[in-house]
């Protein structure tokens, strides 16, 4: 399918009963033309994923762009904690080619915006599934992926 417009988020799979309410640390940014993969930040709230982290928790569930509140906790948000669910996110970095089916990759974020980078593998904290939507143009500019579980890094809370 072609577009140029995209809304991004999850796509397929996964239990609903892992969906879990967080509150959001300080003036974080969810885009909808981004993803929404999550991260706990140093005061148990959530942040938008960025390159380098490891310990990616789930995935917000917006679907509009929202600035929090400027006050931590502030705000609140849905995340999906299953590793089974799919999500469509855009390529950030990099180009698909159909043999990066099932193979590892990082996230990051680019203008704000959170998606994936074909071109590194440091963390591999997604699992690349699929190519998404195809552009006007040709290009592939998503793919569904979903969080990795074994390469997750949990923390212990001491």
């Given at each position: 399918?072609?577009?140029?417009?995209?809304?991004?988020?999850?796509?397929?799979?996964?239990?609903?009963?892992?969906?879990?309410?967080?509150?959001?640390?300080?003036?974080?940014?969810?885009?909808?033309?981004?993803?929404?993969?999550?991260?706990?930040?140093?005061?148990?709230?959530?942040?938008?994923?960025?390159?380098?982290?490891?310990?990616?928790?789930?995935?917000?569930?917006?679907?509009?762009?929202?600035?929090?509140?400027?006050?931590?906790?502030?705000?609140?948000?849905?995340?999906d904690l299953s590793t089974e669910?799919?999500?469509?996110?855009?390529?950030?970095?990099?180009?698909?080619?159909?043999?990066?089916?099932?193979?590892?990759?990082?996230?990051?974020?680019?203008?704000?915006?959170?998606?994936?980078?074909?071109?590194?593998?440091?963390?591999?904290?997604?699992?690349?599934?699929?190519?998404?939507?195809t552009n006007t143009a040709g290009?592939?500019?998503?793919?569904?992926?979903?969080?990795?579980?074994?390469?997750?890094?949990?923390?212990?809370?001491?």
């Open positions: 399918m072609a577009q140029d417009n995209l809304q991004y988020g999850r796509r397929d799979g996964g239990p609903r009963n892992k969906i879990f309410t967080f509150p959001v640390g300080a003036s974080e940014v969810f885009k909808k033309k981004g993803g929404g993969f999550v991260t706990i930040d140093a005061n148990g709230r959530v942040e938008i994923a960025i390159a380098g982290d490891v310990d990616v928790i789930g995935y917000a569930l917006l679907n509009e762009d929202r600035t929090a509140s400027a006050t931590e906790g502030g705000d609140t948000v849905r995340v669910s799919v999500y469509e996110v855009p390529i950030n970095t990099g180009t698909w080619a159909d043999t990066m089916r099932g193979k590892l990759c990082d996230l990051s974020v680019v203008s704000g915006i959170q998606g994936v980078d074909l071109t590194a593998s440091g963390e591999d904290v997604v699992q690349l599934i699929d190519k998404g939507t290009t592939v500019v998503s793919v569904l992926c979903r969080l990795h579980a074994r390469t997750l890094v949990p923390a212990g809370v001491v």
